[in-house]
């Protein structure tokens, strides 16, 4: 069973950068993969970002180039940190932890609870 829970979400302007902490507790077992997805009111669940065992890193085609992941193993965290922040980037970002790198959220078994981003134009 893994735990996750999300924090740093906030309100900022567009142009502007926010960082996203996803903080783990794994009691041992060590997930395959990581990720952050993101949830607009009244649209699906989007993959932003991947990061699996291996190394490889994956991006959403909306946020390459602006948006980047990395691990701290030693601390059981992940982070998720957000340049040139955009009103379409608004929404409820999730930190999830599966045993597939895939950007598709139906792969993903552990979820937190999610923090709020909203960009202002």
């Known amino acids: 069973q893994v735990q996750l829970v999300e924090s740093g979400g906030g309100s900022v302007q567009a142009g502007g950068s926010l960082r996203l902490t996803c903080a783990a507790s794994?009691?041992?077992?060590?997930?395959?993969?990581m990720g952050w997805f993101r949830q607009a009111p009244g649209k699906e669940r989007e993959g932003v970002a991947t990061?699996?065992?291996?190394?490889?890193?994956t991006y959403g085609d909306s946020v390459k180039g602006r948006f980047t992941i990395a691990e701290d193993t030693g601390r059981n965290k992940i982070y998720l940190q957000m340049n040139n922040l955009k009103p379409e980037d608004t929404g409820t970002y999730y930190c999830?932890?599966?045993?597939?790198?895939?950007?598709?959220?139906?792969?993903?078994?552990?979820w937190g609870p999610g923090t709020s981003v909203t960009v202002s134009s």
């Open positions: 794994t009691y041992g077992y060590s997930p395959y993969c």
């Open positions: 999830a932890a599966g045993a597939m790198a895939s950007l598709k959220s139906k792969n993903y078994i552990n």
């Open positions: 990061a699996d065992s291996d190394g490889m890193i």
